[in-house]
């Protein structure tokens, strides 16, 4: 049986770059690269209902329940069995944003959204999470610039929104230091990626080769 496989996360608010530096770790370590929401057929379909900006607006208990959902489908059927099969995977979002998003910027009960979000992931955790940290005003700059067809609904919700959102992923990333890198992403694609590259493989070593 092989080794069993690692979930490294990136996370930060709509704008900082993580999708972007998702696909360089991804293609860095030959990880399985994935995504929330919407990574599953049924991810899809909730990832519509949360996002587009015609859909109409859950309240926020609903927003964070479709979030869950979504999570529940994407270990249930990508994540766990790649990791399971000792594939190394990047996510492109996972739990701590629904800590950030609904805890910190709806202002739900954090105690109970940890509490969903453990279930839903049957207590999957990132091995590591990296915070790929920008300013509200750099983010702003660059989805003003990123020519992405139009904001979705989250995108839309404002600076003030964002900033607690931001405040959320630092508090998290500050409460548990051993499973958190932050990172200055400010900087060029390429300084950016060569410093998360560098720091998970001084954590984690090498991911096993394909088939191995």
């Known amino acids: 049986m092989p080794a069993r496989g690692r979930l490294i996360a990136l996370e930060g608010i709509d704008g900082c770059g993580k999708s972007t530096q998702a696909r360089a770790l991804a293609d860095a370590l030959g990880a399985r690269l994935t995504h929330e929401p919407g990574a599953t057929a049924v991810g899809a379909l909730l990832r519509e209902l949360l996002l587009a900006p015609d859909s109409p607006s859950p309240s926020p208990r609903a927003e964070a329940l479709l979030m869950a959902a979504d999570r529940a489908e994407h270990v249930a059927l990508v994540i766990e069995p790649a990791l399971a099969a000792g594939h190394w995977v990047v996510s492109d979002r996972y739990s701590a944003s629904t800590i950030a998003y609904q805890g910190y910027g709806r202002g739900l ?6 509490e969903l979000v453990t279930w839903a992931t049957a207590g999957l955790a990132a091995d590591l999470s990296v915070l790929v940290d920008v300013t509200i005003e750099v983010a702003a700059d660059r989805l003003a610039v990123g020519g992405r067809g139009g904001a979705d609904r989250m995108e839309r919700l404002g600076p003030e929104f964002a900033t607690r959102v931001r405040q959320g992923f630092l508090a998290q990333a500050a409460e548990d230091t051993a499973h958190w890198l932050v990172v200055d992403g400010s900087a060029d694609v390429e300084t950016v990626a060569a ?16 088939g191995r």
């Open 109 to 114: 009960d954090l105690v109970g959204l940890a």
């Open 195 to 210: 410093h998360i590259v560098a720091s998970v493989r001084e954590r984690f070593g090498d991911a096993p080769a394909p």
